[in-house]
């Protein structure tokens, strides 16, 4: 399934996954049938890998989104969405997660006026992130920031593109994901 890891390479036909819909290998259009756990097991995998999440951080914002009130899913989604990596990627700021937690890692990103390195952080509403004066003239920057229009920016998010600022203006839904991502099945994985 196309994850969209590689940033703008995910969105033309360079992708590998459209190149080559199955694993690689010798026996990667075998057997594809998968047991339930399986199933549930791959799809944590998935959504593990998208917001680049280790196991024991999983654990824990699984933990926390289970004593959370609500639908125990969707809350851990929001707070993957609210993680200031994913927040970079989703304002056009980076091109993929990954780029987002190396652009937050080397000190370029900045939350209401003081810099984070942070990757982790979970953001507020009212939350104002903003890119060093500085760091405004890379070059992969402005790349991202014109191709945030093919990608869109979601409605919690305000972005002002000419200062490189975006503002949390409310907590992230479920229904502004527009990835197929079954919570149910880590639900139902992590309460065997």
């Not at 200031?84 to 304002?91: E, G, P, Q, T, W």
């Amino acid at each position: 399934m196309k994850l969209f890891l590689k940033a703008e390479r995910c969105y033309t036909d360079r992708c590998a996954i459209e190149r080559r819909a199955y694993p690689p290998g010798q026996h990667g259009q075998g057997r594809t049938k998968f047991s339930e756990y399986g199933t549930q097991l791959r799809e944590k995998q998935k959504v593990r890998r998208m917001y680049g999440v280790l196991e024991k951080q999983f654990e824990e914002y699984f933990n926390h989104a289970d004593r959370m009130k609500g639908i125990t899913g969707e809350n851990l989604l929001m707070l993957l969405e609210r993680r200031l990596d994913n927040a970079v990627y989703r304002s056009g700021f980076s091109g993929s997660r990954s780029e987002g937690r190396q652009f937050v890692r080397h000190g370029h990103v900045l939350i209401n006026g003081r810099k984070c390195t942070i990757p982790s952080r979970m953001l507020k509403v009212g939350d104002v992130i903003s890119v060093r004066e500085k760091s405004r003239k890379i070059g992969r920057l402005a790349a991202s920031l014109e191709a945030v229009e093919r990608r869109g920016v979601p409605s919690w998010l305000e972005l002002e593109k000419d200062q490189a600022r975006a503002t949390v203006k409310s907590l992230p839904g479920r229904e502004e994901l527009t990835l197929p991502i079954q919570e149910q099945l880590i639900v139902e994985l992590y309460s065997r």
